[in-house]
T-cell receptor, first 113, second 115 residues
Framework: DAKTTQPNSMESNEEEPVHLPCNHSTISGTDYIHWYRQLPSQGPEYVIHGLTSNVNNRMASLAIAEDRKSSTLILHRATLRDAAVYYCILSVLTTSGTYKYIFGTGTRLKVLA | DAGVIQSPRHEVTEMGQEVTLRCKPISGHDYLFWYRQTMMRGLELLIYFNNNVPIDDSGMPEDRFSAKMPNASFSTLKIQPSEPRDSAVYFC?????????????FGQGTRLTVV
């Protein structure tokens, strides 16, 4: 089964870049890589997603390895509001022809003032 | 749009009672998902609907759990009878399109405690 592996926790200083790694060595060619984050007492919130190429949006950048077996979420300047659990998720094509999210255990990011 | 709306936000019930969780998806979204989150198991997909039709319920833990979507703007997740191990935060999410190239929007969740 497809799965992702992330470090349990990371720390970063405020205003510094943060690189959150994710391993997904069992990824298939049709699986998309999504990142969500969950703030305390909130539902998960979309951050970014990609398939093969690196992606940028207003929140973050996603760097995907050439073999697609790993990816890195990059927060360019961490703020205190970025403290959250970050989930690396595979969007997996099922045998029924539909996609479903496979959530990992997430990385708890702590941002130090 | 106010986003995905779940009710109640908190529910405390006694073991054996029926519990109904409610969800209003974002207008126009054609996919609706129910997730459960616990410390031990993290986020688990229970069931999802496309255009009000259940597509995959393989994550529903047992027959005590049931979900319905009578129309495009409302869904329920029912547990009957409830057990202490059902205590968790239940999230509803909706999306336009599904999975591969879309963004899912999650509600605030319902924290269920079964005593």
């Amino acid at each position: 089964d497809a799965k992702t592996t992330q470090p349990n926790s990371m720390e970063s200083n405020e205003e510094e870049p943060v690189h959150l790694p994710c391993n997904h060595s069992t990824i298939s060619g049709t699986d998309y890589i999504h990142w969500y984050r969950q703030l305390p007492s909130q539902g998960p919130e979309y951050v970014i997603h990609g398939l093969t190429s690196n992606v940028n949006n207003r929140m973050a950048s996603l760097a995907i390895a050439e073999d697609r077996k790993s990816s890195t979420l990059i927060l360019h300047r961490a703020t205190l509001r970025d403290a959250a659990v970050y989930y690396c998720i595979l969007s997996v094509l099922t045998t029924s022809g539909t996609y479903k999210y496979i959530f990992g255990t997430g990385t708890r990011l702590k941002v130090l003032a | 749009d106010a986003g995905v709306i779940q009710s109640p936000r908190h529910e405390v019930t006694e073991m054996g009672q029926e519990v109904t969780l409610r969800c209003k998806p974002i207008s126009g979204h054609d996919y609706l998902f129910w997730y459960r989150q616990t410390m031990m198991r993290g986020l688990e997909l229970l069931i999802y609907f496309n255009n009000n039709v259940p597509i995959d319920d393989s994550g529903m833990p047992e027959d005590r759990f049931s979900a319905k979507m009578p129309n495009a703007s409302f869904s329920t997740l029912k547990i009957q009878p409830s057990e202490p191990r059902d205590s968790a935060v239940y999230f509803c999410a909706s999306s336009l399109g599904q999975g591969m190239n879309t963004e899912a929007f999650f509600g605030q969740g319902t924290r269920l405690t079964v005593v």
